[in-house]
């Protein structure tokens, strides 16, 4: 598995913006795809972004419009910034990596997850 840590969650106001990051190791995500997700509590885990090492991305229908997803170069760091927050976007989230047979992983890789609360 590949280790990730996911930063930057915390408490925001609705209408707020964050922004998260994602750690990994080097050179990672410019080999591999990797996405954010997020699981509300009682609920199934659900994609939020997702980016290519082309660059593609592809956001998922929560916080569509409202998202953008980013890799820094220089540092194996993704991040993903959420505008105009909602009080139903408070979730964990998680940055995951599904298998990347040709850096040989072949399991999805999971960090352990970082906390957004929305509230007023």
């Known amino acids: 598995q590949v280790q990730m840590v996911e930063y930057g969650g915390g408490s925001a106001q609705p209408g707020g913006s964050l922004t998260l990051s994602c750690v990994g190791p080097?050179?990672?995500?410019?080999?591999?795809?990797v996405g954010w997700y997020r699981q509300p509590p009682g609920k199934e885990r659900e994609l939020v972004s997702y980016?290519?090492?082309?660059?593609?991305?592809i956001n998922g229908d929560v916080l569509k419009g409202r998202v953008t997803i980013s890799r820094d170069k220089s540092t194996s760091t993704v991040y993903l910034k959420m505008n105009n927050l909602k009080i139903e976007d408070t979730s964990t989230y998680y940055c995951?990596?599904?298998?990347?047979?040709?850096?040989?992983?072949?399991?999805?890789?999971w960090g352990r997850g970082t906390q957004v609360t929305v509230s007023s």
């Open positions: 980016l290519r090492p082309d660059g593609t991305t």
């Open positions: 995951g990596l599904p298998p990347c047979t040709r850096s040989g992983i072949y399991t999805w890789s």
């Open positions: 080097e050179d990672i995500f410019k080999r591999c795809d």
